[in-house]
């Protein structure tokens, strides 16, 4: 089969890079306009993927008609032309709603969204047609007409019960073999075998493992989403089926954690902004290191955990983040900029891809299999290595992953725990279903066999 690419164009990728450009003084001055260059810009990020690869797939998410996509959409039908006839095609997911008080499937909001596309000068050469039911050839054959497409480009994405169902769904639907016609390519059987393994671990779990996310975004599970996909790839990896228990950092502030994580095989703190929630983090923290049940902190949470150690085992009172209290007595976590020379006006984050070198023999180490690792970041603080990292190495705090340089911490563990470890990077955003990130992998495992043992 070709091989692919799925590329995901974000607007603030997009926007950043524009602006990185007018500050370094790229456009010489002149007015920095959304046409040519935010859709340049977007075009040449379709254009860096696409190396090594047969196709790419470009993600453009939203609503057809929304202020925020028009810059997206201009840059698709600029990109389809530049491209040439059967080098890139423009398929188009849309919904066909069931309207059940006239027991119908109706088609008019497919055609309006088609309609508001062809104004904009793009024609979708293939429709995938959201529906709760199976649409019926006459109903296809009806879009097909309106939409200006062949009926064998009209395809049901039907609702499945796991979303990892829809890639076999759509095979059966003949998907697949439409789009390499439409781009030239050789129709080859595709081996769906790797896919059809993991559904049946989907399907057929042989066990169950409870872990608890504390956040602060917790009434709004959509903001982990990448989080939660994370954590059950690593179950299905496991044949282990993941049970989410989703827990406010505030309601652990007046209470005794063990009263709402004594029945976690493992404890998770994500990422998040702001100080709202980090106590009742921190005390879920000490809970999990006291008690010897498996951690994963992920940035704002190995934040956290560095600040729960310093405070509790390295007697640092007053250990602190500059992000909660300006002039903390102990300034554990702080400012990017304080690390390192920020030059550009508004270069306050750490964004993107940074290398990571592994302490050989720690549990990062044995997760990777490698040491040596590449991580995708978001945050802007950092660790205060050059005040803090002696005195709580000297406690048992292990400072296993820093950048080439050493100038970051990336990751921190604690040795004598089944598992402790606290990342800096999100690992989230790289695990896939068939190939779950080796850290959460570790962490699932982990909380497994804590599991056996409660």
């Keep these: 089969m070709p091989t692919t690419r799925n590329h995901t164009i974000t607007t603030g990728r997009i926007y950043n890079t524009v602006i990185q450009k007018e500050r370094r003084g790229d456009y010489l001055g002149k007015t920095v306009q959304v046409i040519p260059h935010i859709t340049d810009e977007i075009k040449g990020a379709m254009k860096k993927v696409a190396k090594d690869v047969d196709v790419v797939l470009v993600e453009i998410g939203g609503t057809v008609g929304d202020i925020e996509s028009q810059p997206f959409l201009e840059a698709i039908r600029q990109f389809k032309l530049e491209a040439g006839q059967g080098n890139a095609i423009n398929m188009h997911l849309t919904y066909v709603p069931y309207i059940k008080a006239a027991g119908e499937l109706k088609s008019k909001p497919t055609q309006h969204s088609v309609k508001e596309l062809r104004a904009l000068g793009i024609q979708p050469e293939v429709l995938l047609c959201r529906a709760d039911l199976d649409i019926p050839r006459s109903l296809r054959d009806k879009i097909a007409l309106f939409c200006s497409v062949t009926p064998d480009a009209v395809f049901c994405c ?9 890639p076999l769904n759509l095979h059966l ?20 075998t790797a896919w059809h393994d993991l559904l049946h671990r989907i399907r057929n779990p042989k066990g169950t493992v409870r872990i608890g996310i504390v956040g602060k975004y917790v009434e709004f599970k959509e903001s982990y989403k990448s989080l939660i996909e994370a954590l059950h790839h690593a179950g299905y990896g496991l044949e282990t089926e993941v049970d989410l228990k989703w827990i406010e950092g505030e309601e652990l502030e007046h209470c005794d954690p063990a009263t709402v994580l004594s029945d976690c095989a493992g404890i ?8 709202r929630g980090t106590t009742g983090m921190i005390k879920a923290i000490q809970y999990a290191r006291e008690h010897k049940v498996p951690f994963f902190g992920i940035c704002l949470g190995m934040q956290m955990a560095s600040v729960e150690f310093a405070r509790n085992v390295a007697g640092l009172e007053g250990a602190d983040s500059t992000e909660f209290e300006e002039n903390p007595r102990h300034r554990v976590i702080f400012k990017l900029r304080e690390l390192v020379d920020v030059e550009e006006l508004g270069g306050t984050m750490r964004l993107g891809a940074y290398p990571c070198v592994l302490d050989e023999g720690s549990q990062a180490a044995r997760a990777y299999g ?9 945050h802007r603080y950092e660790f205060n290595q050059a005040e803090f990292r002696g005195p709580m190495e000297a406690k048992g705090m292990a400072f296993t992953g820093l950048s080439p340089d050493g100038t970051f911490v990336e990751i921190v563990e604690l040795p004598d725990h089944p598992y402790f470890l606290g990342c800096q990077f999100h690992p989230e955003f790289k695990s896939k279903p068939l190939q779950p990130h080796p850290l959460f992998t570790a962490f699932v495992k982990a909380s497994a066999e804590q599991s056996l043992r409660q």
Excluded: C, M, Q, W
Aim: proline share 4%; net charge negative.
């Design 370 to 378: 490698s040491l040596k690792i590449s991580e995708r970041h978001r």
């Design 173 to 192: 639907e003949g998907l697949d073999a439409k789009v390499a016609a439409l781009l030239n390519l050789a129709d080859r059987k595709p081996d769906l």
């Design 158 to 166: 039907r609702d499945a019960e796991t979303i990892y169902e829809v």
């Design 268 to 275: 998770l703190v994500p990422g998040g902004f702001g100080v």
